[in-house]
């Protein structure tokens, strides 16, 4: 029986103690400034994705693959699952940084000299003008020499990844052309 009331004079003297005012002011202000500075950190985010858009097959097939890629892109606001917009996003496929030339692409994606690797990131990092300050997040290539592929590389990154769109021979869909381009979206990784 002693053990019950103690129980119930504990519990009675907790819900006794006020909480102090001085204690909800710090909670208040804590919150407040955390707040502010989540709003300010979202203020200079980015949301959309540059990026450069090469493509080494100068046949009438890859004319094609490059009429796909701009109408999907030109066709709805929003694609690519909403990843990709209109107004906040862009590709640059005949302006293109003066450094990013064919040869440098080809050597990279094609041949594998990852000596050059260094200079593509800094070309696509660096890149100015009167649409972009602050650089590319990355670039997509087609090539048709075998197999159709379209191959990306993130700014900052050394990793070339791959997505087959045809087979030996043959003209990419439409509809491969447009999911690999949305599956080689690389992240943003420009600084706000």
């Given at each position: 029986m002693k053990s019950q009331k103690t129980q119930q004079h504990l519990s009675l003297e907790r819900r006794n103690f006020p909480f102090p005012l001085r204690v909800r002011k710090k909670y208040l202000l804590a919150f407040t400034a955390l707040f502010f500075s989540i709003t300010d950190t979202t203020a200079g985010w980015i949301s959309g994705r540059n990026m450069v858009w090469v493509n080494l097959d100068k046949s009438p097939g890859g004319a094609q693959v490059d009429r796909t890629i701009a109408s999907f892109?030109?066709?709805?606001?929003?694609?690519?699952?909403?990843?990709w917009s209109i107004n906040d996003s862009w590709l640059y496929m005949k302006k293109r940084p003066p450094t990013i030339t064919d040869d440098l692409v080809t050597e990279i994606f094609k041949n594998g000299q990852t000596s050059k690797i260094k200079a593509l990131h800094e070309a696509l990092k660096n890149y100015t003008d009167e649409y972009l300050d602050d650089g590319f997040d990355g670039i997509i290539v087609y090539s048709n020499s075998g197999e159709g592929k379209m191959m990306r590389m993130t700014t900052g990154r050394g990793k070339i990844e791959t997505f087959t769109v045809?087979?030996?021979?043959?003209q990419p869909r439409g509809d491969m052309i447009e999911s690999a381009f949305c599956f080689l979206l690389p992240p943003v990784t420009r600084l706000p």
């Amino acid at each position: 029986m002693k053990s019950q009331k103690t129980q119930q004079h504990l519990s009675l003297e907790r819900r006794n103690f006020p909480f102090p005012l001085r204690v909800r002011k710090k909670y208040l202000l804590a919150f407040t400034a955390l707040f502010f500075s989540i709003t300010d950190t979202t203020a200079g985010w980015i949301s959309g994705r540059n990026m450069v858009w090469v493509n080494l097959d100068k046949s009438p097939g890859g004319a094609q693959v490059d009429r796909t890629i701009a109408s999907f892109l030109n066709k709805n606001p929003t694609t690519c699952d909403g990843v990709w917009s209109i107004n906040d996003s862009w590709l640059y496929m005949k302006k293109r940084p003066p450094t990013i030339t064919d040869d440098l692409v080809t050597e990279i994606f094609k041949n594998g000299q990852t000596s050059k690797i260094k200079a593509l990131h800094e070309a696509l990092k660096n890149y100015t003008d009167e649409y972009l300050d602050d650089g590319f997040d990355g670039i997509i290539v087609y090539s048709n020499s075998g197999e159709g592929k379209m191959m990306r590389m993130t700014t900052g990154r050394g990793k070339i990844e791959t997505f087959t769109v045809s087979l030996k021979g043959k003209q990419p869909r439409g509809d491969m052309i447009e999911s690999a381009f949305c599956f080689l979206l690389p992240p943003v990784t420009r600084l706000p």
